[in-house]
């Protein structure tokens, strides 16, 4: 049965000036509609340790990155963000910085970075590099330094307190990696306060010293070629001086530590001074800065974007990533907030830290259709994409199942309730040999078994794999204006198993029609009483098609097409 549209009238829309997303910063690369380069490009999250290895030591490196360019190049990416890859004792795997203004042995050389740099400037990608703000390791020479005696220079570069007695640190705040967020250091007899791991001292931002060093890293990087940055976890960078105890929600976390309601330790409003102060410096090199900014709505997501767009480009929706099922009616509600956000939206769907779209979306018999319909989905939404490696190929999360085998952390101390995020950090699948083409020896973690049917190599030759699906509809909205600059209108916002709606830019009409359902979907979309005779299929998968009016969709199909008059 046809199902009518709620359709809204597309001539009214058309006739309405195209409210453009002001580009935000006075950079030099706009293009002729004001949008910078980070607008249109296709970003994509790196994890080093797991991409590709060129030295055979199990471990991904600077230089495996490189030889993977013209992949990234082909699949249509326009940026990389590489996790950290500092000098680091490895303890948050490249969380937990010794040394800013270098390159980890481990990933090569401040010459191999280079290297790359300018050979992903040779094929117009970007590099953004991962900017630790909160911490430092606690090997880091600020710290040794700092804890060495209460007198020191670099003392009040971190947070030290007294204790409330022997054995009791300053108050009840938790660190998120488990147990009190104070560890008493007997050299000095005081306590130094870490929201992540023991071995991840926070900063004392609200040392103007501290400020000053940490904004010329980045001077140091952006004069040695980098686009910008990710700052990692930006809601932790200040705590209340007067060191409240946070409210006790009731219940305990994997870790067994009661739940506390972070409203002292997390997105003080001292922030956005920060924000502001490195976005400055950015301004200076046409860079652009993402946050990785966890938020319970829009408003909150808008304070990042700044009052007058003056403080992060790219804060990351993860608003997006809580919707983690195919239900048109939440997607809808979210799209419809982030599209009328103070700034451009940023989607963001996977990431080192959450598990795989593939397995949130997945249904276990159709992931593959599912993989494509999410991309259908989020590159062709009015904003940037940033894809995390191996999504285009449908990588799928493998958790250890013993905890012995569990490398990261918080798996150990959270086990079996937290099982670490290794699961999503698993070697990129170039090909069916062993570890996967990752590395020729075995790699730190293991590969999972699914690299038999879901890697690069295979992937290209198959033109239904999810592979190739990524790379046509991220060729289609390199060149489509519509879906590069075109307004977001909903359609059919009753419809309960197709999330559908418009992007359109001037005379040009971009239809996109998702079937979140597992069975075939036909829509009359009455494009001909609108004044559109055609409707060319751009991109679709399987036998997802367009004929008159109706659009038929396969289960879980994807159609995309171009409305003519
Ligand atoms: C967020 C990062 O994404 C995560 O991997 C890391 O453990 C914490 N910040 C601490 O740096
Ligand atoms: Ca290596």
Same mark, same amino acid.
Request: with cysteine; charged share 25%; aromatic share 12%.
């Given at each position: 049965?046809?199902?009518?549209?709620?359709?809204?009238?597309?001539?009214?829309?058309?006739?309405?000036?195209?409210?453009?997303?002001?580009?935000?910063?006075?950079?030099?690369?706009?293009?002729?509609?004001?949008?910078?380069?980070?607008?249109?490009?296709?970003?994509?999250?790196?994890?080093?340790?797991?991409?590709?290895?060129?030295?055979?030591?199990?471990?991904?490196?600077?230089?495996?990155?490189?030889?993977?360019?013209?992949?990234?190049?082909?699949?249509?990416?326009?940026?990389?963000?590489?996790?950290?890859?500092?000098?680091?004792?490895?303890?948050?795997?490249?969380?937990?910085?010794?040394?800013?203004?270098?390159?980890?042995?481990?990933?090569?050389?401040? /010459?191999?970075?280079?290297?790359?740099?300018?050979?992903?400037?040779?094929?117009?990608?970007?590099?953004?590099?991962?900017?630790?703000?909160?911490?430092?390791?606690?090997?880091?020479?600020?710290?040794?330094?700092?804890?060495?005696?209460?007198?020191?220079?670099?003392?009040?570069?971190?947070?030290?307190?007294?204790?409330?007695?022997?054995?009791?640190?300053?108050?009840?705040?938790?660190?998120?990696?488990?147990?009190?967020?104070?560890?008493?250091?007997?050299?000095?007899?005081?306590?130094?306060?870490?929201?992540?791991?023991?071995?991840?001292?926070?900063?004392?931002?609200?040392?103007?010293?501290?400020?000053? /060093?940490?904004?010329?890293?980045?001077?140091?990087?952006?004069?040695?070629?980098?686009?910008?940055?990710?700052?990692?976890?930006?809601? #932790?960078?200040?705590?209340?001086?007067?060191?409240?105890?946070?409210?006790?929600?009731?219940?305990?976390?994997?870790?067994?530590?009661?739940?506390?309601?972070?409203?002292?330790?997390?997105?003080?409003?001292?922030?956005?001074?920060?924000?502001?102060?490195?976005?400055?410096?950015?301004?200076?090199?046409?860079?652009?800065?993402?946050?990785?900014?966890?938020?319970?709505?829009?408003?909150?997501?808008?304070?990042?974007?700044?009052?007058?767009?003056?403080?992060?480009?790219?804060?990351?929706?993860?608003?997006? #990533? #809580?919707?983690?099922?195919?239900?048109?009616?939440?997607?809808?509600?979210?799209?419809?907030?982030?599209?009328?956000?103070?700034?451009?939206?940023?989607?963001?769907?996977?990431?080192?830290?959450?598990?795989?779209?593939?397995?949130?979306?997945?249904?276990?018999?159709?992931?593959?259709?599912?993989?494509?319909?999410?991309?259908?989905?989020?590159?062709?939404?009015?904003?940037?994409?940033?894809?995390?490696?191996?999504?285009?190929?449908?990588?799928?999360?493998?958790?250890?199942?013993?905890?012995?085998?569990?490398?990261?952390?918080?798996?150990?101390?959270?086990?079996?309730?937290?099982?670490?995020?290794?699961?999503?950090?698993?070697?990129?699948?170039?090909?069916?040999?062993?570890?996967?083409?990752?590395?020729?020896?075995?790699?730190?973690?293991?590969?999972?078994?699914?690299?038999?049917?879901?890697?690069?190599?295979?992937?290209?030759?198959?033109?239904?794999?999810?592979?190739?699906?990524?790379?046509?509809?991220?060729?289609?909205?390199?060149?489509?204006?519509?879906?590069?600059?075109?307004?977001?209108?909903?359609?059919?916002?009753?419809?309960?198993?197709?999330?559908?709606?418009?992007?359109?830019?001037?005379?040009?009409?971009?239809?996109?029609?998702?079937?979140?359902?597992?069975?075939?979907?036909?829509?009359?979309?009455?494009?001909?009483?609108?004044?559109?005779?055609?409707?060319?299929?751009?991109?679709?998968?399987?036998?997802?098609?367009?004929?008159?009016?109706?659009?038929?969709?396969?289960?879980?199909?994807?159609?995309?097409?171009?409305?003519?008059?």
């Amino acid at each position: 049965m046809h199902r009518k549209p709620s359709w809204i009238l597309v001539s009214t829309f058309l006739s309405l000036s195209f409210l453009t997303a002001c580009a935000q910063n006075s950079g030099k690369s706009k293009d002729a509609e004001g949008h910078q380069w980070w607008q249109h490009a296709v970003f994509y999250e790196i994890y080093p340790r797991s991409f590709a290895d060129s030295n055979n030591d199990g471990i991904g490196d600077l230089k495996g990155i490189t030889s993977k360019l013209n992949y990234l190049k082909d699949l249509g990416v326009d940026a990389i963000w590489i996790s950290p890859c500092f000098p680091s004792p490895q303890v948050d795997f490249g969380y937990d910085v010794s040394d800013y203004e270098n390159i980890d042995p481990m990933y090569g050389t401040l /010459a191999d970075f280079d290297v790359l740099a300018s050979e992903a400037k040779k094929r117009g990608i970007h590099i953004i590099l991962d900017f630790v703000v909160n911490h430092t390791s606690d090997q880091h020479k600020w710290f040794l330094d700092s804890k060495s005696s209460r007198t020191s220079e670099h003392r009040d570069w971190y947070v030290w307190r007294d204790g409330k007695g022997p054995g009791h640190p300053p108050n009840n705040w938790n660190s998120d990696f488990g147990g009190s967020a104070w560890k008493f250091d007997p050299t000095t007899n005081q306590y130094y306060y870490h929201y992540f791991y023991v071995q991840q001292p926070d900063l004392n931002w609200r040392n103007p010293a501290v400020k000053d /060093a940490m904004f010329d890293v980045t001077r140091w990087w952006y004069q040695r070629g980098v686009s910008g940055f990710r700052l990692d976890a930006v809601d #932790t960078l200040f705590e209340d001086p007067n060191l409240r105890d946070n409210p006790v929600t009731g219940g305990t976390n994997p870790y067994g530590d009661p739940y506390e309601e972070k409203i002292y330790t997390t997105k003080l409003p001292e922030v956005h001074d920060v924000l502001r102060g490195l976005r400055k410096v950015t301004d200076q090199y046409n860079g652009v800065l993402i946050g990785e900014t966890w938020t319970a709505n829009i408003a909150e997501l808008n304070k990042y974007y700044g009052e007058s767009n003056n403080e992060l480009q790219l804060p990351m929706d993860f608003l997006f #990533t #809580t919707v983690n099922k195919l239900s048109p009616a939440e997607f809808r509600k979210q799209i419809a907030a982030v599209d009328a956000a103070s700034g451009w939206p940023t989607f963001v769907i996977s990431n080192h830290d959450i598990v795989r779209s593939y397995d949130r979306y997945g249904d276990g018999q159709h992931n593959d259709q599912i993989a494509k319909l999410m991309a259908g989905l989020y590159l062709t939404l009015r904003g940037t994409p940033i894809l995390y490696y191996g999504e285009e190929i449908g990588m799928k999360t493998t958790p250890p199942t013993r905890k012995e085998e569990v490398k990261d952390p918080i798996g150990r101390t959270g086990w079996p309730k937290e099982k670490s995020r290794d699961g999503e950090r698993t070697p990129m699948q170039w090909n069916e040999s062993a570890n996967a083409g990752f590395s020729t020896a075995a790699s730190w973690l293991p590969v999972p078994p699914t690299a038999a049917t879901h890697n690069v190599a295979d992937e290209s030759k198959d033109p239904d794999s999810v592979l190739a699906f990524y790379k046509k509809v991220l060729k289609l909205r390199h060149a489509n204006r519509a879906l590069l600059d075109g307004t977001y209108v909903p359609l059919n916002e009753n419809d309960q198993n197709v999330l559908s709606y418009l992007r359109s830019y001037k005379d040009q009409v971009v239809l996109v029609a998702l079937n979140m359902s597992g069975a075939e979907q036909k829509i009359n979309f009455e494009m001909s009483q609108h004044g559109f005779s055609t409707t060319k299929s751009l991109v679709a998968t399987g036998t997802s098609s367009a004929k008159g009016d109706v659009v038929t969709l396969e289960p879980y199909g994807v159609f995309i097409g171009q409305l003519s008059k």
